[in-house]
Structures are given as C-alpha cells and as structure tokens.
Nanobody, 120 residues
Framework: QLQLVESGGGLVQPGGSLRLSCAAS????????ITWFRQAPGKEREGVSC????????NYANSVKGRFTISRDNAKNTVYLQMNSLKPEDSAIYYC?????????????WGQGTQVTVSS
C-alpha cells in the first residue's frame, strides 16, 4: 500500500518561495504519474501540476505557469513542487495524488496535504 506524505508548506510573504515534497513509502512512485492539487477554503479543488511516470512530460495550470516547477527523483521516491513568486491567491492546502497518467480522473493514492499560506 503506497503512502504519500506532503511536506514543505508554511507561511511565506508574497514574492517568496517554497518547495513542497511528496514522499512515498510502502511502494515506488515509478509506476505513477503524480499530480499536485490545491484547495482553498470555499473553493473547488484545482489541479496545479502533473508529471508523468517517466518524467517525460509535465503540465501546469495557467495560474501557476512560469512560477511553479514540478520534478521527480525516483531514486528518492519523491516528487517536488518548486513554487516561486508566490501570491496570496496561492494560499491553500496542497495535496499530491498518484494515478496512471496525467489528466486521469482516477487516483490510486492521496496524501494528507500541507498548508501553504502566502501573506504579509
């Protein structure tokens, strides 16, 4: 049973940076595309970014394109989300999810989330 644990969230000022990690245990991330989602209070869950199983493709929501970078280190069984030039509207709980492909509506595993707050 794969378990995903997000970390790296916190409070940061506008314009700052954070790097989120999605670490897997109990199995390998190699077989999964990993998607980062976020959900702010009162808002729908939003797909932020996805990276394919073999790191051959990535995609980003328009709202984060050019500011966020997703990457994976299969040797460390971890996927990262580097977030730069953060804005208050980036504040949310960020989740990672493992699924068969980017764009899939089915996810086999979810993490518990990490809070990101962008505020001065």
């Amino acid at each position: 049973q794969l378990q995903l644990v997000e970390s790296g969230g916190g409070l940061v000022q506008p314009g700052g940076s954070l790097r989120l990690s999605c670490a897997a245990s109990g199995g390998t991330l190699d077989y999964y595309a990993i998607t980062w989602f976020r959900q702010a209070p009162g808002k729908e869950r939003e797909g932020v970014s996805c990276i394919s199983r073999r790191d051959t493709s990535t995609n980003y929501a328009n709202s984060v394109k050019g500011r966020f970078t997703i990457s994976r280190d299969n040797a460390k069984n971890t996927v990262y989300l580097q977030m730069n030039s953060l804005k208050p509207e980036d504040s949310a709980i960020y989740y990672c999810a493992a699924g068969p492909t980017c764009g899939s509506n089915w996810f086999d595993y979810w993490g518990q989330g990490t809070q990101v707050t962008v505020s001065s």
